[in-house]
């Protein structure tokens, strides 16, 4: 499969600690995407960084590629009680369609206040 | 409003039945998706639009899937002869434009298929 698969699949912190969420895929990529999905909502765009790119920020967001790796990582620093949601990372192929997007099964964070 | 809305947001229908899910996208936004969410999982992609012209439907995983967009803004989706399986979050999302890869996605509705 080309979609991303997210690392942990659950994740469990205190309010005020880092979050650290991985994401690894198996093909070329044009970009990758993460959003946030609140229960019982559509899902957030957060953050899209390219293939030739390395790190972005986004206020307490950070997100890594790592290409020779296939993999992605999210971190949510100072987490608040608020940023508990399912996160996911979204693909997207050279071989796709423009402007589709390949999702995986998501984690689940919770922050506990 | 500013956001894709989507309606109805919930939904209950009888095996057989057919339903039609309606997506507003946010004005002026040329892409069009549908994608179907299942508790869990994530999105799975099912159709594209780039205005009215649906460039992809690769996702649709039967023929009771029909989805339209004939004046290049609002879509419908949708579902004849309803079966459980079809049970599933259906989420719409629009993008300003074709190589826009930001998705705005609307609060999707509940099918519930009994």
């Known amino acids: 499969s080309q979609q991303g698969e997210e690392d942990p699949q659950a994740l469990s912190i205190q309010e005020g600690e880092n979050a650290t969420m991985n994401c690894s895929y198996k093909t070329s990529i044009n970009n990758l995407q993460w959003y946030r999905q609140n229960s019982g909502r559509g899902l957030v765009h957060l953050i899209l960084i390219r293939s030739n790119e390395r790190e972005k920020h986004s206020g307490r967001l950070r997100v890594t590629l790592d290409t020779s790796k296939k993999s992605s990582s999210l971190l949510i620093t100072a987490s608040r009680a608020a940023d508990t949601a399912s996160y996911f990372c979204?693909?997207?192929?050279?071989?796709?369609?423009?402007?589709?997007?390949?999702f995986g099964d998501g984690t689940t964070l919770t922050v506990k206040p | 409003g500013a956001g894709v809305s989507q309606s109805p947001r919930y939904k209950v229908a009888k095996r057989g039945q057919d339903v039609a899910l309606r997506c507003d996208p946010i004005s002026g936004h040329v892409s069009l998706f549908w994608y179907q969410q299942a508790l869990g999982q994530g999105p799975e992609f099912l159709t594209y639009f780039q205005n009215e012209a649906q460039l992809d439907k690769s996702g649709l995983p039967s023929d009771r899937f029909f989805a339209e967009r004939p004046e290049g803004s609002v879509s419908t989706l949708k579902i004849q002869r309803t079966q459980q399986e079809d049970s599933a979050v259906y989420l719409c999302?629009?993008?300003?434009?074709?190589?826009?890869?930001?998705?705005?996605f609307g609060p999707g509705t509940r099918l519930t298929v009994t």
């Open positions: 999302a629009s993008s300003l434009a074709m190589a826009a890869y930001e998705q705005y």
């Open positions: 979204a693909i997207s192929t050279p071989d796709t369609n423009a402007g589709k997007s390949t």
